[in-house]
């Protein structure tokens, strides 16, 4: 039962982070430098690959809800008892936000089928609203009044940092592997200059978090439970983090090593996949509270 929980957060964080940050990338940070690729092919491709991110991301949110049902109750058959899991929607509090990310969830999911071209900054905002709303249902909720307020807005700051991170890295991967009429050696260089602000907000909200949930720096034990897992999410970090210096390198070289810069960005979205896992993990481990 754990284990399904843990691979529905994964599939459901990685959807709707790249859904959101994908939109950013290309409805605010790049527009006027992707016009070329908004005409071509690959813009239909990376079209149908959004469709399918808003299916896992819906697919995923109703498996997350049948989970914690189950969770709740003790018992894998109440995943699929429609009364257990409408009392886990009308009386918790998880229901209650679930209830809006289920709305927003199939928002997006009709939006994309029309075309996320159409009025893209309406799909950009449901997209954004779909992300904020994971926020309260993470360990923030531990807490009550003004505390438990100010983490959960602490903790949609930090999403948008990593869904804007991972987004752009998707976005990269795409015009790196097409054959796009885009300036791709401005995209790189002006998106690693964003990623600099990107980390010191993940690096900062990341920490505050650390700090609220185990009253320490660091919770203890270290290198067990909760520690461990964040030990290994931060050294991830920090693999991405080299790797976007490499590729702002391989960026300023004066000619472009294509084959060198696809082998960096897609290893960067691999070490961001095996992060999203371990923060899908630490999300239901408890946070040793000091």
């Given amino acids: 039962m754990q284990e399904g929980l843990i691979l529905c957060r994964f599939l459901h964080f990685g959807a709707v982070l790249l859904l959101f940050g994908s939109g950013v ?118 807490f009550d009044g003004a505390r438990g307020q100010l983490l959960i807005l602490n903790q949609m700051l930090h999403l948008i940092g990593v869904g804007t991170w991972l987004g752009g890295l998707l976005m990269l991967a795409v015009l790196l592997i097409a054959a796009s009429e885009v300036d791709l050696r401005g995209v790189l260089l002006r998106f690693s200059g964003i990623g600099y602000g990107l980390v010191a907000l993940i690096i900062v909200t990341g920490m505050i978090n650390v700090r609220a949930l185990s009253g320490a720096v660091w919770p203890q034990p270290a290198l067990s439970g909760f520690g461990l897992v964040l030990a290994v999410k931060v050294a991830l970090v920090l693999c991405m983090l080299a790797l976007a210096g490499v590729n702002r390198g391989l960026a300023r070289a004066q000619v472009l090593q294509m084959t060198a810069l696809r082998v960096s960005v897609l290893l960067e979205c691999a070490f961001g996949a095996a992060a999203l896992a371990a923060v899908s993990l630490l999300g239901t481990l408890p946070p040793l509270l000091g």
């Fill in 25 to 142: 990338f290309r409805h605010i940070l790049f527009t006027s430098a992707l016009q070329g690729f908004e005409l071509g092919p690959a813009r239909r491709r990376l079209d149908r690959a959004l469709v399918w991110l808003s299916c896992v991301a819906l697919l995923s949110a109703l498996g997350w809800l049948m989970l914690t049902a189950a969770n709740m109750a003790g018992d894998w058959h109440d995943a699929v008892d429609p009364a257990t899991v409408a009392l886990v929607l009308g009386h918790t509090f998880f229901g209650h936000v679930w209830i809006v990310h289920l709305v927003l969830n199939a928002l997006v999911l009709l939006w994309t089928l029309r075309g996320s071209r159409s009025a893209p900054r309406l799909w950009l905002s449901l997209n954004a609203l779909l992300l904020l709303t994971l926020a309260p249902v993470g360990h923030g909720a531990m």
